[in-house]
Structure formats: C-alpha cells, structure tokens
C-alpha cells in the first residue's frame, strides 16, 4: 500500500470537497430516512388489517389509501427539494473545482 504525498492542488481540492461531501450525505440521509420511515409507516398499516388501516379519514379514503397518497408524493417533493438544493448549493462549488482542475 503506497502513500503518496499530495499535490498542493490536491491538497486545496481535498479540501474544497470534504465538507461538500459532508454535506450532501447529512442531506441525502436525512430525505432518505424520512422516505424509509414513511415505507415502514405504509408497510406497519398494511399489516395491521381493518382495525387500524381501515379507519375511515374523509369519506371514502381510509388511513392506509391516504399514506399511500402522501408517501407517493413525498417521494417526488423530496426529489425535487434534492435536486434544487444540489444545484443551489453544490452546483457553485463542483463548477469551481472543475476550474481549477483545468486550469493546472
């Protein structure tokens, strides 16, 4: 296992990147744990049967139609909010990296 010494570029874009990384998994995983819970939530009333999934919660909808509902449309808000946050906040950052890597 060889260890090479960095570069001071590389040294400056290690930098550059680390809290970025740090960033988009801190988000990514908290959208990601919401989606999973919001599953497991669905998952949990589907096999709880009647009783509990049954229950009525505006007319015709009962609880588990409605979590459906809400979970297929939170999968899209969520990949839209994913996506508009990337290009607001690591967009700028990634275009500068790419500067300075073409610019050696």
């Known amino acids: ?40 939530f669905f998952a949990y009333l589907l096999s709880t049967g009647e009783e509990v999934a049954g229950v009525p919660v505006s007319g015709e909808l009962n609880l588990v139609v409605m979590t459906a509902i809400f979970a297929i449309v939170s999968g899209v808000v969520v990949s839209g909010y994913y996506s508009w946050w990337t290009k ?11 500067e300075l890597v073409t610019n050696e």
């Open 1 to 40: 296992m060889s260890h090479e010494t960095l570069t001071p570029n590389e040294t400056m874009l290690q930098e550059k990147l680390a809290p970025i990384v740090k960033r988009r998994l801190r988000v990514s995983g908290y959208l990601t744990a919401f989606l999973l819970g919001l599953y497991a």
């Open 88 to 98: 607001k906040n690591l967009d700028p950052v990634m275009e500068e990296i790419r």
